[in-house]
């Protein structure tokens, strides 16, 4: 049975960093796709960032590209994503997805983490 296991969300002011962490079990290989998706109050969930399962290929969201940086330790079984530079908009539960490919993982996540809160306020 597949998990993912969100960890790391927490209060923080604008300007500040949060480290992401998720740990993946119950894979047969290691040859997935892992990313990261965030839901805000009243809005639809949206994707953040991805890594592919060798870690060769990230991708982000533009809102995030250049604060955001996604890793994967395979050995570990875990991505992290490190975030910088932190806006009240970022402000969402953060969700760990997981997918056998890039494509579905961007399109409809095979697996789900259940979410760690990160709130951007002063």
């Known amino acids: 049975q597949v998990q993912l296991v969100e960890s790391g969300g927490g209060l923080v002011q604008p300007g500040g960093s949060l480290r992401l962490s998720c740990v993946a079990s119950?894979?047969?290989?290691?040859?997935?796709?892992i990313g990261w998706f965030r839901q805000a109050p009243g809005k639809e969930r949206e994707f953040i960032a991805l890594a592919s399962w060798g870690g060769g290929i990230v991708n982000y969201t533009d809102s995030v590209q250049g604060r955001f940086t996604i890793s994967r330790d395979k050995d570990k079984n875990m991505v992290s994503l490190q975030m910088n530079s932190l806006k009240p908009e970022d402000t969402a539960v953060y969700y760990c997805?997981?997918?056998?490919?890039?494509?579905?993982?961007?399109?409809?996540?095979?697996?789900w983490g259940r979410g760690t809160q990160v709130t951007v306020s002063s």
């Open positions: 997805a997981a997918s056998s490919t890039i494509r579905g993982l961007t399109t409809t996540p095979t697996y």
């Open positions: 119950g894979f047969t290989s290691d040859h997935y796709a």
